[in-house]
């Protein structure tokens, strides 16, 4: 079935925009943008995640924390990421997450967002913005939020605002999109491929390419670390990216959202929502 389907859909592409995103278009006539980060700033994402993605040629994001062994010890390395074309954006100084909510027990006190005040978030998340900057020079910079959470002071006082005014686009964990008109810049779907084995993320990439959406792939540990996606999968899943370069624009978080941003205004829609 679904080897008549991809050259069906691949077809339609060529002779009008996707029905669920109407006149909304992805450079060089792909159906469907595809972006791959990696949070934690954690070791396997150096040591085989960003290898693979050479390999490959395709451009990732990683979501880094600025309080982290890697950063201490290997901030070299994070250089020569940048320099390859990989973006570095920004998942927080201390990775701080609310200690409050189910199954938040090895929250420590001391990183416990619930206790947070949004100044405090807003201090740390421009300081990590400095530290980001001397790294790589850049300024435009993209943000995933630690664990998926956008309040302090136990939920009460979000942070939204904060984020929407310091980053073109914030990652967040909610739910696929329908269109690209559903697009919040400021909390963004996010798909974990850990959890997903390669069947299930190609059918999430067709999806996406028949909405003509946006896939935005989740990782921690890549081989090692923790909430680990299997490299064989993960290098399976760039494999299939390459052999369909042309139905699917790989890019950075970054320079998709930018991309995102001169569609919605060229066409009028509306960004707050
Ligand atoms: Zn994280």
């Given at each position: 079935?679904?080897?008549?389907?991809?050259?069906?859909?691949?077809?339609?592409?060529?002779?009008?925009?996707?029905?669920?995103?109407?006149?909304?278009t992805w450079?060089?006539?792909?159906?469907?943008?595809?972006?791959?980060?990696?949070?934690?700033?954690?070791?396997?994402?150096?040591?085989?995640a960003?290898?693979?993605?050479?390999?490959?040629?395709?451009k990732?994001?990683?979501?880094?924390?600025?309080?982290?062994?890697?950063?201490?010890?290997?901030?070299?390395?994070?250089?020569?990421?940048?320099?390859?074309?990989?973006?570095?954006?920004?998942h927080s100084?201390?990775?701080?997450?609310?200690?409050?909510?189910?199954?938040?027990?090895w929250?420590?006190?001391?990183?416990?967002?619930?206790?947070?005040?949004?100044?405090?978030?807003?201090?740390?998340?421009?300081?990590?913005?400095?530290?980001?900057n001397?790294?790589?020079?850049q300024?435009?910079?993209?943000?995933?939020?630690?664990?998926?959470?956008?309040?302090?002071?136990?939920g009460?006082?979000?942070?939204?605002?904060?984020?929407a005014?310091?980053?073109?686009?914030?990652?967040?964990?909610?739910?696929?999109l329908?269109?690209?008109?559903?697009?919040?810049?400021?909390?963004?779907p996010?798909?974990?491929?850990?959890?997903?084995?390669?069947?299930?993320s190609?059918?999430?990439?067709?999806?996406?390419?028949?909405?003509?959406?946006?896939?935005?792939?989740?990782?921690?540990?890549?081989?090692?670390?923790?909430?680990?996606?299997?490299?064989?999968?993960?290098?399976?899943?760039?494999?299939?990216l390459?052999?369909?370069r042309d139905?699917?624009?790989v890019?950075?978080?970054?320079?998709?959202?930018?991309?995102?941003?001169?569609?919605?205004?060229?066409?009028?829609?509306?960004?707050?929502?």
């Amino acid at each position: 079935m679904k080897t008549y389907l991809i050259p069906l859909l691949a077809f339609a592409s060529l002779t009008a925009p996707s029905v669920a995103s109407p006149n909304f278009t992805w450079p060089n006539g792909a159906g469907a943008a595809v972006c791959l980060t990696y949070d934690d700033s954690l070791p396997s994402q150096l040591d085989i995640a960003y290898p693979q993605l050479q390999a490959a040629g395709l451009k990732g994001t990683f979501f880094l924390q600025a309080k982290a062994d890697t950063m201490e010890n290997r901030l070299d390395e994070w250089r020569e990421v940048a320099r390859s074309g990989h973006e570095l954006a920004s998942h927080s100084l201390v990775h701080p997450c609310r200690q409050g909510l189910p199954g938040r027990g090895w929250v420590s006190d001391e990183l416990n967002l619930d206790h947070y005040t949004v100044e405090r978030v807003r201090s740390e998340l421009q300081l990590t913005n400095t530290l980001l900057n001397a790294i790589d020079g850049q300024t435009a910079r993209t943000f995933a939020y630690p664990c998926g959470d956008t309040a302090v002071a136990n939920g009460s006082k979000s942070f939204l605002p904060v984020t929407a005014e310091l980053y073109l686009a914030s990652r967040g964990v909610s739910s696929q999109l329908d269109s690209m008109q559903e697009l919040n810049f400021n909390n963004t779907p996010a798909f974990d491929l850990s959890t997903h084995n390669l069947d299930e993320s190609i059918a999430y990439l067709e999806d996406c390419y028949t909405k003509g959406t946006v896939a935005i792939f989740l990782n921690h540990g890549v081989g090692g670390d923790y909430l680990v996606t299997d490299p064989q999968l993960h290098q399976d899943l760039l494999e299939y990216l390459v052999s369909n370069r042309d139905r699917f624009w790989v890019d950075t978080f970054k320079n998709v959202m930018t991309h995102t941003h001169d569609e919605f205004t060229r066409l009028g829609w509306d960004k707050e929502h």
